[in-house]
């Protein structure tokens, strides 16, 4: 990402502390506006530390994450050189190379180095640059915990994103007796969408976001993973061009170049220093001498802990999102609930054991008479426990499967009723007279 606000950022103005820089108007030099959004995110940044570090005294672990493309032969221009037919500037016929990226590289660091060996990391090849064949060869090069996927596109898209968020979710439980974890992200439209934030609650990662066009400065991965992790990737490339005295290489060798610097760089080594120097940790106590001068600003920074407003976290995000809903991304973490074990098989049970079902059965959660519902399910089957009749209501609230179980219990019926029919027809007499000992007939 382009430097946005760099040549504005060393400006010279007058030195105060920066949390004493009051909301800036709307017509103001980008140098204020710079300053109360940084000021904003890390008082953002200090809520979420201390309102993680207060459930069950935890330490807090921050987390960034960041995406990058690797174009495929960016300087390769390699075919005869002709002329179009509507285009008076030759071109290259030759030159079919994907500028917008061949692979995507999905990059996690954190603030505690025990983590960093631990944490996932992703790349994205689409299926029409990659064939199966290749694919399984490099799944043989990559450890646990580096992630290869073949997908339809190269580009991550949200549900991609929540895919490698319940990945990750899923690595870090072993860790949750010990630490509370916060991820920071970059205001990209892919971070923002409404289903990320609800999934990032569910799994017990809040969110934070950098202000926008402040990656290049504050953003732990554009600071300080991105240029060694691609020099890494620069230095293997070259290193085989050598080797086989070949200039153009396949994807394949590409992506297993990046697989090997991921696994190198990028966990083998330590970020905490980043996320010091960039103010997202130690309450800002450890600025780097860089973005200090960036925000020409002299002593100690003292930021306040406090929930920020909702009004100020909006005027850090593009302005495409000034709708985002603030209750994501602010209000505190809830626990979840633990899933009881749903009645699923009541109703099948009951026709499996030919036992008479009533028409209140077929709505076994709020329509029918529970009791009976209860009664008829442990009669049907044996193995369930003998427990005391649940009303309704109890139902409802301590069970967080009710929904699904209403919809699922719907189709139970149906499923029921046809199964009802078909008795009944193959019980009748030839004559069209109903048998006497027919356990189905319904008695009016």
Known sequence: MAPVLGPCLVSKSPRRALGEYPAPPQKCSLIASTRFQVSVFWQTCNYWHDLQESQGQKTVVFLNCDESNVIMDAQNRSG?????????????????????????????????????????????VSKKLLSKVAYDDLNSVREHG???????????????????????????????????????????????????????RLLQLPLVFLPRNSTWLMQPCDTHVFRK????????????????????????????????????????????????KNGLVNYQRSVGHRLVKALDHSGVFEMPRTRPSGESVLSTLPRNRQKTPMNLLL????????????????????????????????????????????????????????????TAES?????????????????????????????????????????????WQSKR
């Open 80 to 124: 005869v050189l002709v002329k179009g037919r509507n285009a008076r500037v030759p071109f290259f016929s030759g030159e079919n190379t994907n500028s917008r990226g061949s692979f995507t590289v999905l990059a996690w660091v954190s603030s505690v180095p025990e983590i960093q060996k631990e944490l996932d990391q992703f790349i994205i």
């Open 146 to 200: 580096v992630h290869l996927w073949r997908l339809e596109s190269s580009w991550l898209d949200h549900h991609v994103f929540i895919t490698c968020m319940r990945t990750l979710s899923r690595t870090l439980q072993r860790y949750r007796d010990t630490y509370n974890f916060v991820v920071v992200l970059d205001c990209a439209s892919v971070h923002l969408q409404p289903d990320v934030l609800r999934a990032g």
């Open 229 to 276: 992790l691609k020099s890494r990737i620069r230095r293997l490339h070259h290193a085989a061009v050598l080797e086989r005295r070949c200039l153009r290489m396949s994807l394949k060798d590409t992506c297993r170049f990046s697989v090997i610097a991921v696994q190198e760089v990028v966990r083998g080594n330590d970020w905490s220093r980043a996320f010091l």
């Open 331 to 390: 209000d505190p973490l809830r626990e979840r609930p633990l899933p009881i074990d749903p009645p699923v098989r009541i109703i099948m049970n009951a026709v499996e054991y030919h036992r008479p079902v009533t028409r209140s059965m077929s709505r076994s959660l709020g329509r029918g008479d529970p009791t009976q519902v209860a009664e008829a399910a442990v009669i049907s089957n044996p193995a369930m426990p003998s427990t005391p009749p649940q």
């Open 395 to 439: 139902l409802s609230d301590s069970n967080p499967w009710t929904n699904r179980l209403r919809k699922r219990n719907d189709q139970n019926a149906a499923v029921c009723s046809s199964t009802i029919k078909r008795l009944r027809s193959q019980s009748l007499s030839p004559g069209g007279a109903s048998s006497s000992n027919d356990p």
